[in-house]
């Protein structure tokens, strides 16, 4: 049996995770947030009450765990600027928590929850296995305080090679657990077709590649069923997408009415990204091999979240 730590439990892709895991029967999972009742409501709410302890982070350093995994942070990108200059503090803090177990118990495991953010702003063409990380040292801007915040952490994990830490740096992620009011592309299409209006969105073509909530439970698994190691992988699907067939794929499945405009408004809490996915297949040498593309992932968890949005417009009116 792996007893395996969350921190950071009440995120959306953790949640998505621990519902991933829960059918797991080699797998004990320990749920640590800074409000453990919040978690423990949501257990239950999704079926799963008493399946996994929960406590707040004082109880951590007390207990046995096989692998952590740390998904303290924000994935919102209005809550990224929100948070502004203490997303240093709370990274350092949470990881520096972990890195401590570490020493007290080298044989654990240590997945980090890191970003494509941490290679720069700089994405006018992918990432891959020989890009370097830029960083405007002499114009730091706030939108990028997010990305040095985890590249700091990557740095500190590659400075202890005898411990066993993997960095996953998460580009784009999508399921229909997603909070449909958060500023992304795809929750701004999402509103518009609940909604019936016309979405208003920019000319600038941009490529993006979304993972759906089964690879990434596929990509977690195959890292801790893995030999250990000291790396980092980049997150990835099938198939990448780009703009122009995402929109017209969405309105052909789902209706979307969609108009190009100058006057878009959009929030870019890392900076505009032309290219934000990788081209890095690391994580394949783990035994990762993600099972569906970008557009089939969207379709799929879109089409959940547009059930549930019509579900409750028929009980609530």
């Known amino acids: 049996m792996m007893r395996i730590a969350i921190l950071g439990a009440t995120s959306q892709i953790a949640r998505d995770l621990i519902v991933s895991f829960s059918a797991a029967e080699d797998k004990q999972l320990h749920l640590f947030a800074r409000r453990?009742?919040?978690?423990?409501?949501?257990?239950?709410?999704?079926?799963?009450?008493?399946?996994?302890?929960?406590?707040?982070?004082?109880?951590?350093?007390?207990?046995?765990?096989?692998?952590?995994?740390?998904?303290?942070?924000?994935?919102?990108?209005?809550?990224?600027?929100?948070?502004?200059?203490?997303?240093?503090?709370?990274?350092?803090?949470?990881?520096?928590?972990?890195?401590?177990?570490?020493?007290?118990?080298?044989?654990?495991?240590?997945?980090?929850?890191?970003?494509g953010a941490a290679y720069?702003?700089?994405?006018?063409?992918?990432?891959?296995?020989?890009?370097?990380?830029?960083?405007?040292?002499?114009?730091?801007?706030?939108?990028?305080?997010?990305?040095?915040?985890?590249?700091?952490?990557?740095?500190?994990?590659?400075?202890?090679?005898?411990?066993?830490?993997?960095?996953?740096?998460?580009?784009?992620?999508?399921?229909?657990?997603?909070?449909?009011?958060?500023?992304?592309l795809i929750t701004d299409m999402l509103r518009a077709i609940r909604d019936k209006t016309i979405l208003k969105t920019s000319p600038d073509y941009i490529v993006r590649d979304f993972l759906h909530p089964s690879d990434f439970y596929g990509l977690v698994s195959a890292l801790l069923a893995a030999p250990p190691a000291n790396a980092a992988v980049d997150c990835y699907s099938r198939a990448p997408i780009d703009k122009p067939t995402l929109l017209a794929a969405m309105q052909k499945k789902f209706g979307l009415r969609y108009e190009i405009t100058e006057a878009s408004v959009s929030v870019n809490a890392t900076g505009s990204k032309s290219h934000y996915y990788s081209l890095n297949t690391r994580a394949a040498d783990f035994?990762?091999?993600?099972?569906?593309?970008?557009?089939?992932?969207?379709?799929?968890?879109?089409g959940g979240i547009l059930t549930m949005a019509s579900n409750e417009k028929c009980i609530y009116g």
């Open 36 to 115: 453990p009742v919040e978690v423990t409501k949501w257990l239950a709410s999704v079926g799963l009450s008493g399946r996994c302890p929960v406590d707040d982070f004082a109880e951590f350093a007390r207990q046995e765990f096989d692998a952590v995994i740390n998904f303290v942070g924000v994935g919102n990108p209005a809550q990224a600027v929100a948070m502004g200059n203490s997303i240093f503090d709370i990274t350092l803090r949470f990881d520096e928590l972990v890195l401590d177990y570490l020493k007290m118990h080298p044989a654990c495991r240590y997945l980090f929850l890191s970003s």
């Open 120 to 184: 720069g702003s700089n994405f006018n063409e992918p990432a891959n296995r020989d890009t370097v990380a830029t960083v405007a040292i002499n114009n730091l801007a706030p939108h990028e305080w997010y990305g040095v915040a985890k590249l700091h952490a990557e740095c500190r994990h590659r400075a202890h090679p005898e411990l066993f830490i993997i960095d996953i740096r998460v580009f784009n992620y999508f399921s229909r657990t997603q909070d449909i009011e958060a500023r992304f």
């Open 287 to 302: 035994g990762y091999k993600p099972a569906l593309t970008s557009l089939e992932g969207v379709l799929e968890e879109s």
